[in-house]
């Protein structure tokens, strides 16, 4: 199994570097012009607003891995980002405070999806998008329309312990992979994971305490949003309600395409990351395609239906040779 995940994560990596070298081939200037996709600045472009996805695709992907579906992380994003920034330009409280007060609020919507769906046992579906439905609900209650503008509250040139801005959140993102990925494949608690969404039942004859890990996966998916949503904030300078619309379909996508199975107890936390950076190559290059602009949203549910699909099919031959 191990060999065939690497085999997975290093066809992701394959899409990705066919992906690049596509639209580098296909927006290739005129003699004397430099290039529009590929160059310092917009790799970095492409890197500092895929990791607000990758981040929270590391959580979405765990949930996934373990059997489970979360639909909350966008507007947990959003959330987190309010009650930082209210506290941080509102109650004029240190940004370090400000942004421990927005991942205690991500990680109460993930209690709250923990208990709907380990205590109360709701699917997983119905309860983190009732939980989607709060969380974007009391974010538009914080700010009653409003924005908090965080920007003109940072000194200029302010960095994060010297690190620029546009740095901040791909080191996270990277960060945060690698410390999860080690988690995933060398700890006892990632182990239960997989085998809790291979078959949940043999997982708890085996001694797994479902329910527990259950909860903990919910839990990490939110405060990784929440630490997305503290990005998102700081580095578009804004607080605001409707920060993340849309996200969880994108957040999901990253996590699948990487590798991560929606039968459960398959899947890869690295090949989330991968799967995000192929969305954000397409984002970003589709837009300087002429008449292709608004593609990337259809594309993106496309390569979803297919994965899934691809992914049935092959349950199905695998059940059918056992």
Not at 51 to 65: E, R, T
Not at 218 to 223: E, G, M, P, R, T
Request: aromatic share 10%; hydrophobic share 55%; proline share 4%.
């Amino acid at each position: 199994m191990k060999a065939i995940w690497r085999f997975r994560e290093l066809s992701t990596l394959a899409i990705l570097a066919f992906e690049i070298a596509f639209f580098t081939w296909y927006l290739w200037p005129g003699e004397g012009r430099p290039h529009p996709f590929l160059n310092a600045a917009n790799a970095l472009l492409v890197l500092k607003y895929s990791s607000i996805y990758g981040i929270a695709a590391v959580g979405a992907a765990i949930v996934i891995i373990c059997g489970g579906i979360d639909l909350a992380p966008g507007a947990i994003i959003a959330l987190s980002g309010v009650v930082a920034g209210g506290l941080f330009v509102g109650g004029h409280w240190s940004l370090a405070s400000s942004a421990a007060a927005g991942l205690l609020a991500a990680t109460a919507c993930g209690l709250l999806s923990a208990a709907l769906i380990v205590v109360a046992g709701l699917p997983p579906f119905i309860a983190t998008l009732g939980v989607m439905g709060i969380a974007r609900g009391v974010a538009f209650i914080i700010t009653e329309g409003r924005y908090f503008d965080v920007s003109s509250a940072l000194p200029p040139g302010w960095r994060v312990a010297g690190i620029p801005l546009d740095w901040t959140s791909p080191i996270l993102m990277i960060g945060l992979a690698i410390v999860f990925q080690v988690l995933m494949t060398r700890f006892q608690w990632g182990r239960a994971i997989f085998a809790i969404g291979g078959n949940a039942v043999a997982a708890r004859f085996s001694g797994v305490s479902v329910g527990l890990v259950r909860a903990s996966v919910y839990l990490v998916s939110a405060a990784l949003a929440g630490v997305s949503g503290i990005a998102l904030t700081v580095v578009q300078g804004q607080g605001k309600a409707d920060l993340a619309m849309g996200y969880e379909l994108d957040i999901i996508a990253s996590a699948v395409v990487g590798g991560a199975s929606l039968s459960g107890g398959r899947g890869s936390v690295i090949g989330a990351v991968l799967g995000t950076l192929i969305f954000g190559v397409l984002r970003n290059a589709l837009p300087q395609v002429p008449g292709a602009t608004f593609y990337d949203r259809l594309i993106v549910g496309l390569v979803v239906i297919a994965i899934v699909v691809m992914d049935q099919l092959l349950q199905r031959r695998k059940g059918a040779n056992a």
